[in-house]
T-cell receptor, first 119, second 111 residues
Framework: GAVVSQHPSRVICKSGTSVKIECRSL??????MFWYRQFPKQSLMLMAT?????????EQGVEKDKFLINHASLTLSTLTVTSAHPEDSSFYIC???????????????FGQGTRLTVV | QKEVEQDPGPLSVPEGAIVSLNCTYS??????FMWYRQYSRKGPELLMY????GNKEDGRFTAQVDKSSKYISLFIRDSQPSDSATYLC???????????FGKGTKLTVNP
């Protein structure tokens, strides 16, 4: 299957600082990437859909000014958690589809996830 | 009612057992169904992908979709300790890229 690389895998930051998480599609071009958040024993919650060259689409309840998404190329999307607080501590996961959207059903491949701890 | 319901378990079975994992859903527009395996502190890994109703087999894994009952299953034959993980069902509807996930079922296969 296609490979999606996410970095860093773990990060600890101080409250009030910003953290950037990178998501790269290594062997395919991804016009669309997705960012999820996962709390312990909970399902993946979609935060936003990242489209190459345009603004991200955020899900209801997700603060776009707090979770900045940039999708500058067909292989890279970044999520920046700004002014992080302890309640932002979570597992963040990106995913990408391996070819341009032609209809539903394209498999999504996931990155390894990033464990963010805000102290 | 949540769009996708999945029993979180935990489910514990002996090595070699047949495992049955299930999800129900409420949105009849869902057409594409996936099963992901997630090891602790890792991203989900795609296991099975099916379209509409029917069965799909891949090695020890069989995915079943019953759209009339809005019910999907994943069977694991001859389960191994390395199958111990959380299994997430996911689905989406035609024309939409958004996946809707179940909560995941934590499976432990004991040697």
């Amino acid at each position: 299957g296609a490979v999606v690389s996410q970095h860093p895998s773990r990060v600890i930051c101080k409250s009030g600082t910003s953290v950037k998480i990178e998501c790269r599609s290594l062997d395919f071009q991804a016009t669309t990437m997705f960012w999820y958040r996962q709390f312990p024993k909970q399902s993946l919650m979609l935060m936003a859909t990242s489209n190459e060259g345009s603004k991200a689409t955020y899900e209801q309840g997700v603060e776009k000014d707090k979770f900045l998404i940039n999708h500058a190329s067909l292989t890279l999307s970044t999520l920046t958690v700004t002014s992080a607080h302890p309640e932002d501590s979570s597992f963040y996961i990106c995913s990408a589809r391996d070819h341009p959207r032609q209809g539903a059903g394209t498999e999504a491949f996931f990155g390894q996830g990033t464990r963010l701890t805000v102290v | 009612q949540k769009e996708v319901e999945q029993d979180p378990g935990p489910l514990s079975v002996p090595e070699g057992a047949i495992v049955s994992l299930n999800c129900t859903y409420s949105n009849s527009a869902f057409q594409y169904f996936m099963w992901y395996r997630q090891y602790s502190r890792k991203g989900p890994e795609l296991l099975m992908y099916t379209y509409s109703s029917g069965n799909k087999e891949d090695g020890r894994f069989t995915a079943q979709v019953d759209k009339s009952s809005k019910y999907i299953s994943l069977f694991i034959r001859d389960s191994q300790p390395s199958d111990s993980a959380t299994y997430l069902c996911a689905m989406n509807q035609g024309g939409s890229e958004k996946l809707v996930f179940g909560k995941g079922t934590k499976l432990t296969v004991n040697p």
